[in-house]
């Protein structure tokens, strides 16, 4: 079992930036990879990034050069810094987590909420 805990939301001005943190603990090192989904109100959950155990990174097309997807081992923690946020980025932000031989994320922090607006 594996267990997430996000951190990190707010509201923001556009333009201006935010870090999430998702923690960690259980079972870690059955974690293929790691993600940050998002979900605004009447649309589909969406993956944002995501991170394997290798380091190699994947982004949406409409966060690429604004989004940063990283981990840190040894806190096992996996961070998203979020640069030029824009209104359409708000929406509650999930971490997941991916096990070894499966195709899902399996594993749903409770969710951030991030709010960009004037």
């Known amino acids: 079992q594996v267990q997430l805990a996000e951190s990190g939301g707010g509201l923001v001005q556009p333009g201006g930036s935010l870090r999430l943190s998702c923690a960690a603990s259980?079972?870690?090192?059955?974690?293929?990879?790691m993600g940050w989904y998002r979900q605004a109100p009447g649309k589909q959950r969406e993956l944002v990034a995501g991170i394997t155990a290798g380091g190699s990174t994947n982004y949406a097309d409409s966060v690429k050069g604004r989004f940063t997807i990283s981990r840190d081992n040894a806190k096992n923690t996996v961070y998203l810094q979020m640069n030029s946020l824009k209104p359409e980025d708000t929406a509650v932000y999930y971490c997941?987590?991916?096990?070894?031989?499966?195709?899902?994320?399996?594993?749903w922090g409770q969710g951030t909420q991030v709010t960009v607006s004037s």
């Open positions: 997941a987590a991916r096990p070894r031989y499966n195709s899902d994320y399996t594993y």
């Open positions: 259980g079972r870690i090192f059955s974690v293929e990879a």
